[in-house]
């Protein structure tokens, strides 16, 4: 079976800092990988996603995260943390044959302090 | 439109009352999905569309779930007999094709709440 786990509910940066939001995942097949943000009272959007090409995928506001087969691993990365970061990141895992439906973990929200 | 959309927002029901969610996809998106996200947990898969075809409720709670897609765009997720567990936040996500790498697009979600 598939799933996800997210390590710490909560993070808390400093602006300017570097953002590290861990996920590991269980598969017995190999994984299509999702980070998604959530804003308050707006839906979820996507950050970046692995699909099998490039271990380290880029995604958008300068975030980018590296699939690590070896450790089970797509942690999402952020060189410097901005205030308009704060906000619920997701991770989810789909599968091939799987109808692309999505296996969320529980989520990590990280607040940014000046 | 330019997005997913859902209505209502807000849903506020007295128990054993039925609902109906309204998910207007994605013009031309084939596929269509609904998760439930229960208070500070992350979505859970509930059933997904391709075209009007339903071919996964695996997720559904109980029969009281029921979802459609009768024309292969618009869907309604309806819940009979409401029970407080089945407060959360519904969301419907749409993508264009089949494969399973397909970027997702979410709504803002229809936020359930039983009394």
């Known amino acids: 079976a598939q799933s996800v786990t997210q390590l710490g509910s909560h993070v808390s940066v400093s602006e300017g800092a570097l953002v590290l939001l861990r996920c590991n995942y269980s598969?017995?097949?190999?994984?299509?990988l999702f980070w998604y943000v959530q804003y308050p009272n707006q839906g979820l959007q996507l950050l970046l996603k692995?699909?099998?090409?490039?271990?380290l995928v880029k995604g958008i506001n300068g975030f980018e995260a590296e699939f690590k087969k070896s450790e089970t691993s797509f942690h999402l990365t952020k060189p410097s943390a901005h205030m308009s970061d704060a906000a619920e990141y997701f991770c989810?895992?789909?599968?091939?044959?799987?109808?692309?439906?999505?296996?969320f973990g529980a989520g990590t929200r990280l607040a940014v302090h000046p | 439109g330019a997005g997913v959309s859902q209505s209502p927002r807000y849903k506020v029901a007295k128990r054993g009352q039925d609902v109906a969610l309204r998910c207007d996809p994605i013009?031309?998106?084939?596929?269509l999905f609904w998760y439930q996200q229960a208070l500070g947990q992350g979505p859970e898969f509930l059933t997904y569309?391709?075209?009007?075809?339903?071919?996964?409720k695996s997720g559904l709670p109980s029969d009281r779930f029921f979802a459609e897609r009768p024309e292969g765009s618009v869907s309604t997720l309806k819940i009979q007999r409401t029970q407080q567990e089945d407060s959360a936040v519904y969301l419907c996500?749409?993508?264009?094709?089949?494969?399973?790498?397909?970027?997702?697009?979410f709504g803002p979600g229809t936020r359930l709440t039983v009394l």
């Open positions: 996500a749409s993508s264009i094709g089949l494969a399973e790498t397909d970027t997702q697009y």
């Open positions: 598969s017995s097949v190999p994984p299509y």
């Open positions: 692995y699909t099998s090409a490039a271990t």
């Open positions: 989810a895992v789909s599968f091939s044959g799987g109808y692309n439906k999505l296996i």
């Open positions: 013009s031309g998106h084939v596929s």
């Open positions: 569309f391709q075209n009007e075809a339903q071919l996964d």
